[in-house]
């Protein structure tokens, strides 16, 4: 078994380079070794951050420290191989190409003999679920498949502290129970320490021995056992965002207007480099409608959303846009251009930082109606009203490849409808966020919908499925209209 870590912060604060708050500040926090704690906090709190600092990965030079953070009694950067971490971004913790080779890179780089490598690797892939070759391509994943890869190469490392950053925020309902029980069953098997940072409180509650919530300030603000911090402080709890069971937020919805199609499909096959991955039946995507695209992980989501809205071209059949849409262009969105996709047709990815352009997350968010040559004033009015209602004017002139997960997925939200489409397309658009930024992003997409946008999101999100007009829901590799 692996000798648990324990963890200390002595007024620990961290700030990003370049960024005037801290993201944390005089953390005074105490994890002893085997304790399992879930991390909660609204979005940009600083868990993230304080996960990535325990792992060791928080280099001087991006950035500047105060007070002690300290595991085993030791900087983490002294403590190599005590912490394994799984990011929030699956996709920037794939490392080789292959399966297997990715898996085994931890253990590997801590000298663990090759023969019990392959064993570790083996056992930690059918832990997490992942029934895949191992010299499959790694990139060629989905994002819910490489998040259960990133979470068996840390497995496979037996670390004493392991860090988990929303492992579960891209996996269909299955896998997120699939996920949850294999690690509680590794770090019951190994000893390991456990910090999970998570938003839906539900997921973890009854697989942690305790809960700490850190404030929007980056101060613990409850610390407890489960179901004793819920009831205590549950009211307040969900005022702070946090995601508090049987406490969701209230949307409210406009009555639906009758509605044309913006965008019908025929006989319509979608697949990369050209190899077919989905058949879809002939739908059509009705304007002023909420879509969900819901199904398990690796069937084809994202491919088809991409296909949809012109980023990958059809393997067969075809995609086609209303009149209206089109406005003269011929063909599908595929064979558009980029100028004429704008303020018709907008894809959020699953990765945020795919789509950033701009040094500031002022500037991000100008870069459409810029393009568009909208007169400066409304660039600036509009710019300051997506700040605002994103909860980003703090961090207006932050480099967004340094704000956390959920403030980067709501920045690349914004960015999308800085030019309001008319169809909308959207990678899962609501992981990563406390209960008060979902409702902000959601009301914003239902906005779009009131204005007649067809909007459509991929997404494994219970309650915004349930928001949802319609669903087109993938099964074995077809589509069916649900």
């Known amino acids: 078994m692996a000798e648990a870590a324990a963890v200390e912060a002595r007024g620990w604060g961290w700030r990003h380079a370049g960024r005037r708050p ?11 070794a085997g304790e399992r704690v879930l991390l909660l906090g609204p979005s940009g709190s600083g868990k993230s951050t304080l996960l990535a600092a325990l792992a060791g990965v928080l280099a001087e030079d991006q ?49 663990v003999p090759a023969d019990e490598v392959r064993s570790r690797v083996v056992a930690a892939l059918a832990a997490v679920g992942l029934d895949i070759p191992l010299d499959a391509t790694s990139t060629r994943l989905s994002g819910g498949r490489q ?10 490392m037996r670390p004493g502290l392991v860090l988990l950053d929303e492992p579960t925020a891209n996996l269909d309902p299955a896998g997120v129970t699939e996920v949850r029980d294999a690690v509680v069953s590794s770090v019951a098997a190994t000893g ?54 049987g406490r969701s937020p209230a949307i409210r919805r406009a009555p639906l207007a009758a509605s044309g199609p913006v965008l019908a499909t025929s006989g319509l096959l979608v697949g990369r480099d050209r190899r077919p991955v989905l058949a879809v039946p002939d739908l059509e995507l009705p304007s002023g409608r909420l879509t969900a695209l819901t199904g398990p992980n690796g069937l084809g989501k994202t491919t088809l959303a991409l296909t949809l809205g012109g980023l990958l071209p059809p393997v067969a059949g075809s995609v086609v846009p209303a009149p209206w849409l089109a406005g ?67 961090l207006a002139d932050a480099n967004p490849f340094t704000l956390s997960g959920g403030q980067q997925r ?73």
């Open 22 to 32: 801290w993201a944390l500040d005089g953390l005074d926090l105490v994890i002893e």
């Open 63 to 111: 950035g500047e420290s105060r007070g002690a953070l300290l595991v085993d009694g030791r900087p983490p950067r002294a403590t190599p191989g005590r912490a394994g971490l799984v990011l929030q971004d699956p996709q920037s913790q794939v490392i080789l190409p292959r399966v297997g080779d990715d898996a085994a890179f931890g253990a590997e780089n801590l000298g």
């Open 147 to 156: 998040q259960r890869l990133a979470l068996a190469g840390v497995l496979a």
């Open 192 to 245: 390991a320490t456990l910090l999970v940072v998570e938003h839906r409180v539900a997921v973890w509650a009854d697989a942690v021995d305790r809960v700490v919530v850190l404030g929007a300030d980056g101060a613990v603000v409850a610390d407890g056992a489960p179901a004793a911090v819920l009831a205590a402080q549950g009211r307040s709890l969900a005022e702070q965002g946090v995601w508090v069971p």
């Open 328 to 394: 003269g262009l011929r063909g599908g969105p595929s064979e558009w251009r980029s100028r004429d996709l704008l303020g018709r047709v907008s894809v959020v990815f699953q990765s945020p930082q795919h789509q950033f352009l701009a040094g500031t997350v002022r500037d991000e968010l100008a870069v459409g109606p810029r393009a568009l040559r909208r007169p400066p004033r409304a660039v600036a009015a509009r710019v300051d009203e997506l700040l605002e209602r994103l909860d980003l004017v703090r």
């Open 410 to 482: 709501r920045l690349s939200v914004g960015s999308a409808l800085a030019v309001p489409p008319r169809l909308l397309l959207l990678d899962e658009p609501t992981f990563g966020q406390d209960a008060r930024t979902w409702a902000a992003l959601v009301e914003l997409l239902l906005e779009g919908v009131d204005d007649g946008a067809a909007v459509v999101a991929a997404t494994h999100d219970p309650e915004l499925v349930a928001l949802a007009d319609g669903r087109v829901a993938l099964e074995h590799e077809r589509a069916v209209l649900a």
